[in-house]
């Protein structure tokens, strides 16, 4: 029985987090003046199964300034309440890489980024219309955050960046069993599926390719090592409990009939 506190009492400390490993960007100098850190935002090529928010805006034979490519009244404004339902308007781009337009007819866009679309776009438009004005966005900038996160699940971001500081922190941040210095970033490209090893401890990862997020990204967190028994550490106190409890019951029972 001796024995059996010190076990308990290593089983706890052996549990137990270090502070350390709770913190983010941990190696960053220790001063007041500004730290910067050089990276690359490359601009993103959309791909097969893509959805491009279109809106060109042209002026009519009367006079008028009308969005030439969306439906009109009550039920267009019904749509643009809000952001998600814009997906009901947007324009899926097929496997050929093609994009089809009311009025204008296929348009190819696979493998181009968003400002060539546009003045593609805007060309053939110009063909059509007079005065028109062309704005195109991204509406499929979705991610996925799995593993030890608070709150992992797939997430849309309505912004032009993302990093994954920022797509962790969407998720809820790196859960208590969550490894900080071991983050899994899985991005789909043309040519496969190209993955990235990051540790949010670093400060290197301001400069890594992987900083910014692109659309489709999956972030996995792994988790620590003692995962498995800090879920079990439970279990493990109940039954050394027990088995103590069991020990002193039985060696005061046998104190007790040897005494008489």
């Known amino acids: 029985m001796k024995y059996c506190i010190p076990i308990l009492f290593l089983i706890i400390v052996s549990s137990c987090t ?26 993103y090529k959309v791909q097969y199964r893509d959805i491009l928010y279109i809106d060109v805006k042209a002026l009519t034979p009367e006079g008028k300034i009308e969005n030439v490519l969306q439906e009109s009244g009550a039920l267009y404004m019904n749509y643009m309440q809000g952001e998600a339902t814009q997906y009901l308007i947007g324009y899926n781009i097929d ?7 009311p009025v204008i007819g296929k348009v190819f866009v696979g493998g181009k980024i968003l400002p060539e679309i546009r003045n593609i776009i805007q060309e053939k438009v110009d063909s059509v219309f007079n005065h028109a004005y062309v704005d195109i966005k991204l509406l ?10 608070r709150s992992p699940g797939t997430f849309i971001n309505y912004n032009d960046y993302l990093t994954v500081l920022e797509a962790v ?15 899994l ?17 670093d400060k290197s990862i301001l400069s890594s390719e992987a900083y910014f997020m692109k659309p489709n990204d999956v ?6 090592k003692q995962k498995t028994f800090n879920l ?14 069991v ?12 005494s008489h």
């Open 95 to 101: 496997k050929e890489g093609n994009i089809l337009l």
């Open 232 to 245: 079990n550490l439970p279990t493990f106190s109940f039954i050394i409990t027990t088995i103590t409890g």
């Open 219 to 224: 972030v996995i967190i792994e988790p620590v």
């Open 140 to 149: 499929s900038f979705k991610y996925t955050v799995l593993g030890e996160a």
């Open 169 to 183: 922190g969407r998720a809820g941040g790196v859960g208590d069993f969550g490894r900080r210095d071991r983050v």
């Open 247 to 258: 020990l002193t019951t039985t060696l005061l029972m046998i104190d007790y009939f040897e």
């Open 18 to 43: 270090n502070t350390k490993n709770l913190q983010y960007l941990q190696n960053l100098p220790e001063t007041t003046e500004p730290q910067y850190f050089l990276y690359e935002i490359t601009d």
């Open 185 to 201: 970033v899985v991005r789909t490209t043309p040519e496969g599926s190209k993955t990235f090893r990051l540790n949010l401890q």
